[in-house]
C-alpha cells in the first residue's frame, strides 16, 4: 500500500469560559495583553497588533493575526463569558495553553474542544509530484 502524503494543515484549541472574574473581563487592557501573550506562548509570529471592538453594555470582540493561522477571544459582560479560539499551523501544547488561558481569566467552569483540521489536506508540492509534473 502505498504511503499517504496526507497531513495535518492546523491544530485548533476552542475553550468556552463560564463566570469568569468580572474585573480581569472587563479590561480592555487584559484583552489586549492576552491576545498579545497568547502568541508568544503558541510560539507563533504576529502579523499586526491586535485588534479589539468594544459594544457598550455587551462586551468585546478582539483578534490578532498570526503568520501561522489566528487567535480570537469574545467577552459577554451581562454573563461574565468568554470564548478564546486558538488557530496555528504549526503544532502547539494545548494543555499548556488551557492553563494559560484559566489563570488568566479566573472562569468558574469551561468547556473545552480540540480538533486538528485539514485531515485530508495534501501539499500542493505533493499534489505536483503525484501528478508527475515535477
Known amino acids: 500500500m502505498k504511503k499517504s502524503n496526507k ?5 485548533h484549541l476552542a475553550i468556552d469560559l463560564y463566570n469568569c472574574d468580572r474585573k480581569i473581563i472587563r479590561s480592555i487592557e487584559n484583552c489586549y495583553r492576552f491576545l498579545d ?10 502579523q499586526s497588533p491586535p485588534f479589539v471592538i468594544y459594544k457598550r453594555n455587551i462586551g468585546f470582540a478582539g483578534w490578532i493575526p498570526v503568520v501561522e493561522s489566528g487567535i480570537s477571544l469574545y467577552i459577554h459582560f451581562p454573563t461574565n463569558f468568554a470564548t ?17 488561558v484559566i489563570d488568566f481569566f479566573k472562569p468558574e467552569k469551561i468547556q473545552e474542544y480540540r480538533f486538528l483540521r485539514g485531515k485530508k489536506y495534501i501539499h500542493p508540492m505533493e499534489l505536483l509530484k503525484a501528478r508527475g509534473l515535477i
Open 37 to 46: 501573550l497568547v502568541p508568544k506562548i503558541i510560539k507563533t509570529n504576529i
Open 7 to 11: 497531513k495535518i494543515f492546523g491544530y
Open 84 to 100: 478564546v479560539d486558538i488557530y496555528a499551523c504549526r503544532r502547539f501544547d494545548y494543555n499548556e495553553v488551557k492553563k494559560f
